[in-house]
């Protein structure tokens, strides 16, 4: 930072050097529009292939660098009828006509997956086609969600515009008490902010508390940014970051530069972990969420643990955490779709899936799932409480279904009591 | 600006969502299925009843949610002429204009009701309420308006490789 102040450089957010670096400049202010190149397109089977093959065929356009470009199933798989299985049918077709050298196909979902494959590194400028795309903003990349249109655009040009955005800087003092999770810090945060908080800023989480985060939980904060309304959820990468990346295979990267200059212009909210009980939302958003003591005792019909948000190994250690030696309570049903394959194979080396098996959990596919409504929805008038990110009227099926958020741990208390509990009460 | 009022107005909420705008369960399908599921869970007459320049007015935070640009679409799709709120999901407002559905962003929008027509200016930009008031929405772009007008990224990517005649 001494180094910034001789040189005269004004102090500058992680986002700003981010989006410099990708629009090759040396500095950038916030509210320009600036046109930047993209080191990583990402996109599945719902919002890739169905939708840009057409569109390339019509311009008669190319994949501007396949090497840049990964594609995930797993929206649509497994298929359950006709219609998913010709839109994963594009997919597998067109990833072998285009010789795309990234596909993961069946092996969890795309916010997971592809970190866990090394894609995602700090410095990178990245765009994904699913709104939880900030996912990557946990590794100190710029990742951002768009639609297929602008895809395409990217697909065709590797560049994409954007407006530098102002940063919100959630500052986390103190260290979570135990059964308190980043799915509670999140809920915490869009209930206080709102759904549209964010206001298409980059929010950049930070403080103690955040840094003692694992990266999976830290991946929570940053896909639930999508919540809070932010473009993107950006972490300063550390020893944490680099651990996983080693472990993911990805090659070494330069983290020096990646971080907030003090001084430099931002919005900071303070928050302190130590004090922090577990969240619920309660139909039908995620900002109406406030502390579990307001909703205990709700009965449930279905305790959910899946998706990006919700399903990642460290998630399937917390709800087992709270399930070992137990059964679900009578009638209740307890879902289990872990997030990625690699994640339920470590989850049953370790004992967790089993666990988890033994309390009476159905394994569902590694898959999206009923989180988007497209695998198997829930039912009319069905109460569910889910570690997903979001319980919109109708986003999980039916629109009389009311559907409860949480973290793992919360989700596993009302599988084994049958209403929604605090996790506190029921760990040992 | 003295516009006649041809405009009729669809009035919602705050928090339109993407999965009202376009449900999951019907996004297996193309557009014109989709088109036809539009807002059903809160407005079911919505997609058989709506007309071609009829405008949606919401309040804020419309087209939260996710990044399915169908959201945006099917309102294209159903003739739709613009949305007009009091601010949007920053990554629906990206999309609208990618698929050529222009959004108006008007701090007064909720100040319009259900069933009365109303006029709009996308270069002012604003819009004009049955009692003559102007309503004044924030600046758009110019690249954005030029996207816009020339029905989305597609339809201008197309015009530029000369596939295409530009409209007057």
């Not at chain 1, 940014?225 to 944490?240: K, M, N, R, V």
Request: aromatic letters at 6%; a negative charge; one cysteine or more.
């Amino acid at each position: 930072m001494t180094s910034m102040a001789s040189s005269g450089a004004k102090a500058q957010t992680l986002a700003q050097k981010l989006i410099a670096h990708a629009s090759g400049r040396a500095a950038v202010a916030v509210g320009e529009i600036v046109t930047c190149g993209v080191d990583l397109a990402m996109f599945h089977d719902s919002s890739g292939p169905r939708r840009l093959k057409p569109m390339l065929e019509e311009l008669g356009a190319q994949i501007w660098d396949r090497s840049r470009v990964v594609l995930v199933m797993d929206h649509y798989v497994p298929e359950r009828d006709d219609d998913s299985r010709r839109i994963v049918r594009i997919a597998r077709e067109w990833a072998r006509d285009q010789q795309l050298p990234h596909v993961y196909d069946s092996q969890g979902i795309c916010h997971v997956v592809v970190p866990q494959h090394g894609h995602i590194r700090p410095g990178m400028l990245c765009v994904g086609g699913d709104s939880h795309s900030p996912t990557g903003g946990a590794f100190g990349a710029y990742m951002f969600g768009v639609g297929s249109t602008e895809m395409l655009g990217v697909v065709v040009t590797g560049e994409i515009w954007l407006r530098v955005p102002e940063t919100i800087q959630m500052w986390w003092d103190g260290a979570l008490p135990r059964g308190v999770t980043a799915k509670d810090m999140m809920l915490h945060m869009i209930g206080r902010f709102g759904m549209n908080g964010g206001r298409y800023q980059a929010v950049e989480f930070a403080g103690p508390a955040v840094q003692a985060l694992s990266m999976q939980e830290r991946m929570t904060l940053s896909n639930m940014s999508a919540e809070l309304g932010a473009q993107t959820g950006l972490i300063a990468p550390d020893t944490t970051t680099a651990a996983f990346l080693a472990e993911a295979g990805a090659p070494p990267v330069d983290m020096a530069p990646w971080f907030t200059d003090e001084g430099a212009e931002l919005t900071r909210h303070r928050f302190d972990a130590s004090t922090l009980e577990p969240y619920v939302a309660a139909p039908h958003s995620p900002a109406n969420a406030h502390g579990v003591s307001r909703y205990a005792g709700t009965p449930v019909d279905v305790a959910y643990i899946g998706a990006c948000t919700g399903a990642k190994l460290d998630d399937l250690r917390a709800a087992a955490q709270v399930l070992r030696g137990h059964k679900v309570a009578s009638g209740i049903r307890l879902i289990v779709a872990p997030a990625s394959i690699q994640d339920q194979e470590q989850a049953r080396d370790e004992g967790v899936l089993q666990v988890l098996l033994d309390a009476g959990a159905e394994l569902f596919p590694t898959a999206c799932g009923a989180c988007s409504g497209y695998g198997d929805p829930m039912g009319d008038d069905v109460t569910v409480i889910s570690t997903t990110a979001r319980n919109f009227k109708g986003r999980m099926g039916s629109p009389s279904a009311q559907v409860y958020l949480g973290s793992p741990y919360t989700v596993a208390a009302a599988a084994l009591r049958g209403f929604v509990t605090d996790p506190r009460e029921v760990l040992a | 600006m003295n516009a006649a009022l041809t405009h009729r107005v669809w009035r919602l909420g705050a928090d339109v969502d993407t999965d009202l705008l376009a449900p999951g369960h019907a996004m297996k399908h193309g557009i014109d299925v989709i088109a036809t599921h539009c807002l059903e869970a809160v407005r079911p007459e919505f997609a058989r009843e709506v007309r071609r320049g009829d405008v949606l007015v919401a309040g804020p935070n419309f087209g939260i949610g996710s990044s399915r640009e169908q959201a945006a679409a099917a309102l294209v799709h159903l003739g739709v002429a613009a949305v007009i709120a009091p601010s949007y999901s920053g990554l629906y407002f990206r999309n609208a204009f990618n698929v050529g559905l222009l959004l108006l962003t008007c701090a007064e929008a909720e100040s319009l009701h259900d069933g009365e027509h109303i006029a709009f200016d996308a270069d002012a930009p604003a819009v004009t309420a049955p009692d003559g008031r102007h309503l004044a929405c924030e600046p758009i772009p110019r690249f954005l308006l030029d996207m816009v007008r020339a029905g989305g990224l597609v339809h201008q990517l197309r015009q530029r490789a000369g596939k295409e005649p530009l409209d007057a």
